[in-house]
Every structure is written in C-alpha cells, then in structure tokens.
C-alpha cells in the first residue's frame, strides 16, 4: 500500500529563520511527486512537480528537492504570507489510472 | 478562467437527508475527482472520472454516487447524510495526458454539517 508521511505535523518559524519541510513515500513505480500549499478555507493551491531523484524545482522562497525516499520543501528567510499548511502527494503505478495519494500535511506558522 | 468551482460552499443537512454537489471547470480537463479532507487525515478520494460518462470508485465510495454527463462539469450526490459524512468536499481536475504525470487542480471547497 502507498505511504506518504509528511513532518512535522507543525512548524512555527520567526520571520526569516529558514528550515525545511519532509515528505517520506513507499511506493512502486513513482510517476511524480507533487507540493501543494493549502490556505485555511481553501482549497490545495499546485506549487511543483518532481519526476525523478535528485530533481530539483524553485519558486521564490521555495526550493523542492526529491530523492528515492523523501523529499524536502526548503522555505528560505520566510515572511508571514508563506504561513499555510503544505501537502504532498505521489502519483505511482503504471498503465491504466495511476492512484495519487496526499500526505496529511506540514501546518507552517511565520511570526513576524 | 474561474478554475474549478464549487457550489455550494456551505451546508447543513439533517440525517437521512439528501443532497448533490455541482463541479465545474472551465481548462477542458479529461479527468475530475472528488475528494473529502478530515482532520488527521488528508485528503481521500471518493470518486473520479476519466471522462465524460464515465465514473469510477476511489478510496471511500461507500454513502456517495456520482455523475459526469457533461466533460465540465461532476456531481457528486448525497442519497442518504450520516454523521460521518460531515467534512470538507473538493472537486478536482487535470487534463492528465496520456503516461503523464497528474496536475490536478482544486476548486474551493463544500464545507457539509450532517447533524
């Protein structure tokens, strides 16, 4: 059965104290890997796909890298607008509909 | 483009009532998806179609029937409310190309009470 563990459950930064977030998977036959940022009372918001290891993706303040087992979203000097909780989730399997499964997520809280 | 779009976003049902949810999406995507986001535990998939109608079982189908008559839009209906059913509902979609990988893009969200 696929497995997407993400930690910490939450994380509460001082505005600028940069640190990273992980995404750990089992899973046969990765296919990609996906980042999405979530704001309460919204819904899940795409930030990035990863295809293979060793890939890495940026956007702004963001940095997402992926290995066999996990990836990390890396949040570097971040601000106050980066609070929201991050979810990932893998798409595996091969032929026919591949099943994609979501993590429960990274809550991120950025102090001022 | 609106996206997706969700309606409602907000509903109280008493038990054993019944309801639908409406999705639409405007980007022509093939594939559609229905979610449930609980607290603890991410978000679970009730049913998707891979195309105008079609219709197929996900994770938690039990309590929910759906219908994709039209590639626009998918509804996702309610015959009979329990308690457990209280929850946040999202629709997706992804255009999904063939041995690609699956983007899939969330409306905002029903939040339903089942009281």
């Not at chain 1, 060793?54 to 990836?71: I, Q």
Request: aromatic share 10%; charged share 20%; proline share 5%.
């Amino acid at each position: 059965e696929d497995q997407v563990t993400q930690s910490p459950e939450a994380l509460r930064l001082q505005e600028g104290e940069s640190s990273s977030l992980n995404c750990s998977y089992t899973v046969s036959g990765l296919r990609g890997l996906f980042w999405y940022r979530q704001d309460p009372g919204k819904g899940p918001e795409f930030l990035f796909t990863l295809y293979s290891a060793g890939e890495e993706k940026e956007k702004e303040r963001l940095k997402a890298t992926l290995t066999k087992k996990e990836s990390f979203l890396h949040i570097t000097a971040p601000k106050p607008e980066d609070s929201a909780t991050y979810l990932c989730a893998v798409q595996a399997g091969s032929g026919g509909y591949q099943k994609v499964t979501f993590g429960t997520g990274t809550k991120l809280q950025v102090i001022p | 483009n609106a996206g997706v779009t969700q309606t409602p976003k907000f509903r109280v049902l008493k038990t054993g009532q019944s309801m639908t949810l409406l999705c639409a999406q405007d980007m022509n995507h093939e594939y559609m998806y229905w979610y449930r986001q609980d607290p603890g535990m991410g978000l679970r998939l009730i049913h998707y179609s891979v195309g105008e109608g079609t219709t197929a079982k996900g994770e938690v189908p039990d309590g929910y029937n759906v219908s994709r008559l039209k590639k626009q839009n998918f509804l996702l209906g309610l015959e009979s409310a329990a308690p457990s059913q209280t929850s946040v509902y999202f629709c997706a979609s992804s255009s999904r190309p063939l041995e690609s990988t699956d983007t899939q893009y969330f409306g905002p969200g029903t939040r339903l009470t089942v009281l």
